[in-house]
């Protein structure tokens, strides 16, 4: 198959659009007062606290499998400056994870957990754009001080205080084997003998052919080489599987209609499907995730997320949602990787800058796979300055938006809070 080239974008429009725009403008973020300034492409800057002291608590059924795998990933991330604790975790339901990793950043100064294997989630109801969702929200375990109300007490948490997210929780999940593979590729990465073409892969589907065209929505703060799909006569399944098999790219951005356990790639009048067994079988390739996907971060059932990270021989991290929405705004998240910020130091700067100010659009949102990964070794290809900052989109653009989301009502396939109970009964004390 032919591989993808790498070509340099250099976003001719995009950025003098911006520079028109921006300098010396406020961006709204949402309808609420909270804004970010930015006065031109060259001087934005986030500062972030790195992380130093990270948690990993490992179900107790897969952590003697996985002893050889810890002890080296413990050395391995030692020399990246964070420490390692590892805990196995004997059960319980989801406020116990929670006051467990309280105590744990109390007592040990935590400031990133990474959880390995079948643990229990919270879950959130809200009413969206159109819809009811319910979905499983790990903000729950990353701000021990917010307040998680159940005014129906129907198990489902549908009021929270203000969140400020303190510490980065992400997950992987699979079987022994799955997780054993997955902190191989890990140490593989770490002492290089995991690497694809450094640079980006960019599939904006019909959707959103034309919004920002050109733009690398942020990925040229990291790489200098992005290559981008956006046009409808050539984003097709068979351009999606011909790319993502080929010499592909470390990190990938797709935007693809879906629910938890496919994608849907619209060709003409109908949607031709991409599913998890699609990806395991024909081992896709990308290092590394941003899934503006529908559900495909919702790790409580099949989903998209996992099975790139544990069903190929490549994958090592996720940013996605567990419900419809995703990240359609960015640049914090690759601002930080841009400075060997590790990937949970990206979501946590990114929420707390960005994210808290939707619900509707970012409550669901997660990362996945290892939380200390940065997106480069080396750090060779770091770029100082962005040159496509994206624009912010307008409030009617983001209606648009989730009006198109619900009115595919992809929301209907995934699993609720019923189905999840009755899998595992084990984290409701039965």
Known sequence: MKAISLKFQSAYFVRLFCR???VGAFLV???????????????????????RNLLVIVEQGVAPALEDELDIYRVDLASDGINVRVMSWTGGNAADLREYISQSIKNNATDSVFLVGSMPAAWYEQYASKGNEEFPCDLYLMDPECVWEDGDSDGIFDKHSEIKVRISVSRVIGSSDELTAYFGKLHAYRTGDLSLPVGAYLFKDDDWYDFQTGSSFGLSRIYSNVAIDENPPITLRDKYFMN???????????WIHSYPSALFVQEDSRYSPVTTL???NRDLRGLFYNLFDCSAARFTEENLGMTYLVRTNYALAVFGSTKVGGSYQSLIFYDVLSKRGTWGDAYKTWYN???KRSDSWFLGMVILGDPALMVTTTGVHYRAIDMSLPVEPDATWIKTLEDTFWTMDWATNAGNYSDYRAVNPSFFGK
């Not at 973020?29 to 992380?51: A, G, K, P």
């Not at 993502?244 to 797709?254: I, P």
């Open 244 to 254: 993502m098999t080929g010499a592909s790219a470390e990190f990938v951005n797709q």
């Open 353 to 355: 800058r960005y994210g």
């Open 278 to 280: 699609d990806i395991g």
């Open 20 to 22: 028109a725009l921006l």
């Open 29 to 51: 973020l949402s309808s609420s007062c909270s804004l970010l300034y930015l006065n031109s492409d060259d001087d934005f800057q986030v500062e972030f606290d790195r992380t």
